[in-house]
């Protein structure tokens, strides 16, 4: 029995003393920090929150931070530069106040790290100063970083490496540093830390060689273009001229450069419109302008396949591609041998086959007396032929027609007359010509109520620009009259 009250006893002292054990560490603990407890890096185990303040404090006014540069070179910058101080906001309270106080038996062997960054502060300005203060930060000793890029080395596109160099990101060095002065990390290292600005495009990028190797491969093509009487070559010189990106990187020509290269070969070698010395059927020689035979490049159409044919590296001789195309390309002479010529003051019409006169008549051309209706004079393409056709313009400032056709049985108005003739009041108003061979705005066809060609008859009896002729010499000429046949009128 004595026994058990002893044992009793022990028990409930034990009890009492846990008990009062358990209430002091919280009683404690309601004011201190936990063992194991830093508040940016600096040991708080068992400190009051008037404690811990003053190291903060204390820490904050001694800090130095060291820096390390790339190539392990280490520069440091003190709170005293910078400014640097604690100020209490009741952060640290705040941070006792939420420890597990009930639990606090069980936190001996737990670590409990405390960020007190918001209550450190610097002088904005001093931090600038003293961040460009850095050796590292000094223009003077400061490589740019340069991607790599394709140059130019004897003849050859080639990659040029990049250059790493040691600039820094001003704003990344500050947010780095000023953090780590905030929660008293006592070293920082720029280059783990992202601080330096890299190369955005390196030698190894696969985007890189194929442009370089796509830039060789169209530098070194040439393309001669065979204008007849002379060349133009496209070589390295031009073509890297014309080097340009596409939205996704890759390397192309300029479409707009290939177009205003080829429209400056169509100024030198077009031929529409242009001044010609022609020898005559009487032999002499004259010069011809205007008109809208000749040659025309395509500029549009060439350019597409010049582009082409240059990304495929083709080396080749070509001919352009031609919207309209002439008789011959080389030489000064692109009529040829085989065309229709037209001299107006002579009122003569031949035709020309292999350079042999096949056929010459007497004609009737427009009437110069009347402003707007003279043969247009120049070199033309002729035009798809017709028969029959029916003519509705170029006979109202025609003479009346002849007696024949204006006697009483062709009195009223409108009838229609011989050769299909439509005649008002003794005028021709339209006719059906069995042989049509336009050109220009005009053409040249059998001549419809006319008897007499050549000499002054186109000044009285003048067509409105038609070239007539009689018809047995129309129906000959019909035959041979073909589209693209040049027809010069002088």
Known sequence: MGRSKVLITL?????????????????????????????????????????????????????????????????????????????????????????NLLGWFLEFTKEHSHDLSRSISFVDAMMDTAIADLDCMNPDHVTQPRDAYITEVNDQFVISPEVIGNALDGIKVKECISQAMRTGKVLVNLENEGCYIKPVVYQDDPKLIENCSRMNRMADTIITYDFGRSTEQVGRDLIKGWFTQTEDGYMTLDDRLLVIYLDSLSQKYNTVGTVRDFVTYDGRTIQVAGGDYGWILDVQAEATVLKRLIEQGDTQVRTPLYSQEAARRSGQNDIGYTYVEVDTAGQRLVYYQEGTPLLETECVTGNTQISGQGTPAGVYLAKQKESPKVLTTGFQNMVPVEESFTSDAFASSPIVGAAGMEIENGIIKSATADYWMPFADVGITEGLNRTEYGGTNYLVQGTTGDVEIPYDMAAALYGRFDTGLPVVVY
């Not at 028990?11 to 004011?31: D, E, Q, R, S």
Request: charged share 15%; net charge negative; with cysteine.
């Open 11 to 99: 028990i409930l002292l034990l009890v009492v003393l846990t008990g009062g054990a358990y209430g002091y560490g919280v009683w404690y603990f309601a004011n201190h920090f936990m063992p194991g407890s830093t508040v940016n890096g600096y040991n708080c185990s068992y400190m009051t929150v008037q404690e811990a303040e003053a190291l903060m404090d204390r820490e904050a006014k001694a800090f130095a931070l060291v820096v390390e540069t790339q190539g392990r070179g280490r520069e440091a910058i003190t709170a005293t530069e910078v400014g640097l101080a604690y100020a209490s906001d009741g952060s640290i309270d705040r941070m006792i106040q939420e420890q």
